[in-house]
């Protein structure tokens, strides 16, 4: 019995470590709370926040989270569900003519 058990933790502790190493690294998160969003991990321009702030208000979004993942030189966009996809691209949008 203490020998399967033990096959089964090791086993369940690669699993982990797999889907670990599989997760986006994120470079910034904001999280949105009753509309408002607020940075949570690495940095963005007020003028994006602001941006952000505005697009939620007129769009009814009251909580989520965006995300920012490194792919290559570039950062791209993730989302929660609570963003349409019409939403995102509009984000993703403004995003872009920020750089």
């Known amino acids: 019995m ?29 999280r949105i709370t009753q509309g408002r969003p607020s940075l949570h991990k690495g940095n963005l321009t007020r003028a994006f926040l602001g941006r952000l702030a505005e697009v939620c208000r007129e769009n009814g979004v009251v909580s989520g989270w965006i995300g920012g993942v490194r792919q290559g030189r570039r950062i791209s ?10 939403l995102q691209q509009r984000l993703r949008n403004e995003w872009a003519s920020a750089d």
């Not at 982990?16 to 986006?24: G, Y």
């Not at 966009?77 to 019409?86: A, E, N, V």
């Open 2 to 30: 203490g020998e399967g058990l033990f096959k089964v933790l090791i086993v369940g502790f690669a699993v982990w470590v797999f889907w670990t190493l599989l997760q986006p690294r994120y470079v910034f998160v904001v």
């Open 77 to 86: 966009l993730r989302f929660s569900r609570q963003f349409s996809p019409g």
